[in-house]
């Protein structure tokens, strides 16, 4: 009777261990689930089963790389939550899990911290198997997470249980390796094994992927908890992570152009960028995301934080706007550097609804290349690299950094050098303006056709005068690719002007569509060709360069002398029989047809002919130097010192009788307002101003235009005669200047 019921207590006893054991099996499941977890299951114990090894390999998600360490390894910890028997099934090889404990280094606090957990958690209700009241056992909170966690993901959330169980087991003290190891750390891609088998966490080691504030050099991020079954034969598990990359694009200004690696820009342009982030695949799994773009832009650009628009979405085009939690901010680089942008969120995930693994943020803004800024001419290109800076492990508040990604835009110079073509003598003093005429922005919309090249580069509708320095020299940088003619406005002396205008045009050569973005050495394969039309007086330096400067050498020949043969002789007696019927249209109709002509008068008139003459060639080599209104005012500075003397002379003992009635009209200072400010000071600003941009055959002969004009003037308001002679000699100035400017272009 004692035997059968030893028997019967025994049998009671063997059941309900395998009841224990088979209750552990959903506990295992739910410890060993995707990509994150040992590959383990359970099943019925059986005698005979495989010694244990408690060995683990956690292999380095083949991303989760330094680059600039590709051998550097994650390092990871173990914290033991449950020591149990574990060994393997004969047949089938799956993991058969026993006598389940609370893990050596798991304080009585930490053990009520858990249970608690689980009581407060969503899990935790009416209908699902309730832990005892009090004092649960290892084995009834291991039957529980069983029985309510077979369905976990394989990415541990932030605020899930077990993320809530690795947050309390990490204040616990680690589980040391097996082995002597003077450490709780061990490396990724290597086999760790530890004294008891059971169930076990592991987390990313802090010191092996850096601290918050220390994220310069580390490319690495941390994992998401790992939860895994140790025991009988070797585990193996992958690391649930993902390293944040970023791009960086630019868009040229050619027309139905795509974002790319590089762009060519003129000076003054706003150049425009993109940035896109991605973020971690365990992006779930953080309490707070830091991510912040940080974008270093060369010397010569200057960036608009106005224009920074932020978005968010799976692809560019289904991305919409972020208009809040994030902040931007341009600062100056030190010592000349250039200018750092920044867009920094402090938490994404509340910034970002809906944030998972395959969001990305777009960052797009515009950059001004410079006209006060010294920028890159040719050669590797003004660079700009952008950055994350981003958080890196989930247990901690660990930073990484990610890869730079790197743009260039490009920008040329012209060099003029002006020589005799005899001698090879500099020239200096030579002007020219520079047109884009076929800018590679040339569309119907085009902004830049048509525009004149200005002192720093930049376009404008005015035109600019290049004059050539002591070396004979003009070297203008922050040039686009695309057309521009040149044209000599000024020329020296005796010296003719370049009968007609030459272009040249920069294009751009690479060794392979993405070899500007590869290297810096690769990078320099950039080339400028230039074209120009045919001309013995324009030489190219040669075909090609490599620095980003187009070179050429531009002569001048010295006037014929008398007398005159072929295009020279034949323009300058249009001008000259311009001038000369000028003159006569002038005398017709100041003589009204009358035929008595004084000698005295023709003495007079070929003296102020001669005095207009040197006042136009002096006027014009002076525009060379300086501006119309430096011109005008030295004009009327040296008037005043000689004329108002002359005029106190002159009215010695008569002032008083000449000036006191006068000053006393209104007409008289109205008189003297108009001939003082608008008929001498304006005129002859507007004259000067003229001589700058015209020759001096065309300023003279156009002066020409004032008598028509005061004709035509005395006819409307004073009513005076508009006869025969008078209609006449309008005729013949009208003609002859439009004829002698028409023959006489350059």
């Known amino acids: 009777m004692e035997f059968e019921q030893k028997a019967e207590e025994k049998k009671m006893s063997m059941s309900k261990n395998i009841a224990r054991l088979a209750v552990t099996a959903g506990l295992t499941a739910a410890l060993s689930f995707g990509g994150v977890m040992a590959p383990v299951t359970m099943a019925f114990a059986a005698e005979g089963a495989t010694t244990t090894t408690n060995s683990i390999t956690i292999r380095q998600d083949r991303n989760n790389t330094d680059a600039a360490n590709p051998d550097k390894k994650t390092q990871f910890v173990a914290y033991q939550i449950f020591?149990?028997?574990?060994?393997?099934?004969?047949?089938?090889?799956?993991?058969?899990v026993s006598d389940v404990e609370w893990g050596a280094n798991v304080t009585s606090d930490t053990q009520e911290a858990i249970i608690t957990a689980i009581r407060d958690s969503t899990d935790y209700d009416a209908t699902n198997p309730q832990l005892p009241t009090e004092n649960p056992t290892a084995q009834d909170v291991a039957d529980w997470m069983a029985a309510n966690l077979q369905n976990a993901s394989s990415v541990v959330k932030n605020g899930d249980l077990l993320d809530k169980i690795a947050n309390l087991l990490k204040g616990t003290t680690p589980t040391m390796p097996r082995g002597g190891a003077s450490s709780a750390a061990f490396a990724a891609d290597g086999a760790v094994s530890f004294e008891n088998s059971g169930y076990y966490l592991f987390l990313t080691d802090n010191g092996s992927i850096g601290a918050k504030d220390n994220h310069s050099e580390q490319k690495q991020t941390g994992t998401s908890p790992i939860f895994a079954v140790v025991g009988g034969s070797a585990v193996a598990v992958t690391e649930k992570t993902g390293i944040p990359t970023v791009t960086k694009k630019i868009k040229d200004d050619k027309p139905r152009s795509d974002w790319a690696d590089k762009a060519d820009s003129q000076v003054g342009q706003d150049v425009q960028y993109q940035l896109t982030g991605t973020v971690a695949d365990n992006v779930a799994s953080f309490d707070t995301y830091y991510y912040e773009f940080h974008d270093e832009l060369s010397a010569g650009l200057t960036a608009d934080d106005a224009s920074i628009k932020v978005y968010a979405g799976n692809d560019r085009a289904?991305?919409?706007?972020?208009?809040?939690?994030?902040?931007?901010?341009v600062t100056n680089g030190e010592n000349g550097a250039g200018q750092i942008l920044t867009v920094q969120f402090d938490n994404l995930k509340t910034a970002v609804q809906g944030l998972s693994s395959s969001t990305k943020i777009f960052v797009e803004y515009t950059a001004q290349l410079d006209p006060a800024k010294a920028v890159t001419v040719g050669g590797s290109g003004n660079l700009n690299s952008v950055k994350l800076i981003y958080s890196n492990n989930p247990m901690s508040e660990g930073r990484g950094e990610s890869v730079p990604d790197t743009v260039r835009d490009y920008t040329y110079a012209l060099k003029i050098i002006k020589q005799d073509h005899e001698s090879k003598k500099k020239l200096h003093g030579v002007g020219f303006t520079i047109q884009a005429t076929g800018p590679d922005d040339s569309g119907e919309d085009s902004p830049s056709k048509g525009k004149y090249v200005q002192e720093h580069g930049d376009l404008s509708k005015d035109a600019h005068q290049f004059f050539t320095d002591k070396n004979g020299e003009i070297y203008i940088t922050?040039?686009?690719?695309?057309?521009?003619?040149?044209?000599?406005?000024?020329?020296?002396?005796?010296?003719?002007?370049?009968?007609?205008?030459?272009?040249?045009?920069?294009?751009t050569q690479a060794s392979g569509a993405d070899s500007l973005h590869k290297t810096e050495e690769e990078a320099q394969t950039v080339t400028v060709t230039r074209t120009a039309e045919t001309s013995d007086l324009v030489i190219l330096d040669d075909a090609t360069q490599t620095d980003g400067t187009v070179t050429l050498t531009v002569e001048n020949k010295k006037g014929s002398g008398l007398p005159l043969t072929g295009l020279n002789g034949v323009t300058f007696t249009w001008i000259a029989g311009g001038a000369v019927l000028c003159i006569g249209g002038v005398a017709l109709i100041y003589m009204g047809g009358e035929t008595h002509i004084s000698a005295l008068g023709l003495v007079f008139l070929l003296m102020t002919v001669g005095c207009d003459a040197a006042y136009y060639t002096l006027s014009h080599r002076a525009a060379a130097k300086f501006t119309a209104f430096e011109v005008t005012y030295v004009m009327f500075t040296v008037g005043m010192v000689f004329f108002i003397p002359a005029a106190l002379i002159q009215g010695a003992g008569h002032m008083a009788e000449t000036f006191l009635p006068a000053i006393q009209s209104g007409a008289f200072w109205g008189a003297v307002v108009y001939l003082g400010i608008v008929s001498s000071v304006v005129a002859?600003?507007?004259?000067?101003?003229?001589?700058?941009?015209?020759?001096?055959?065309?300023?003279?002969?156009?002066?020409?235009?004032?008598?028509?004009?005061?004709?035509?003037?005395?006819?409307?308001?004073?009513?005076?005669?508009?006869?025969?002679?008078?209609?006449?000699?309008?005729?013949?100035?009208?003609?002859?200047?439009?004829?002698?400017?028409?023959?006489?272009?350059?």
């Open 318 to 329: 289904s991305a919409v706007e972020i208009e809040s939690g994030f902040a931007h901010n």
């Open 83 to 96: 020591k149990a028997k574990v060994v393997d099934e004969t047949d089938s090889g799956k993991k058969v």
């Open 684 to 746: 002859y600003f507007l004259l000067n101003f003229a001589n700058a941009y015209l020759t001096v055959s065309e300023a003279s002969l156009f002066s020409n235009v004032t008598t028509v004009v005061s004709v035509l003037a005395g006819v409307v308001l004073l009513k005076e005669p508009f006869g025969l002679w008078q209609i006449v000699g309008v005729a013949v100035i009208l003609v002859c200047v439009y004829a002698a400017n028409a023959t006489g272009k350059k």
């Open 478 to 507: 922050g040039l686009d690719a695309g057309e521009y003619t040149v044209h000599e406005q000024t020329a020296l002396g005796d010296y003719n002007s370049l009968k007609k205008d030459f272009t040249f045009t920069i294009s």
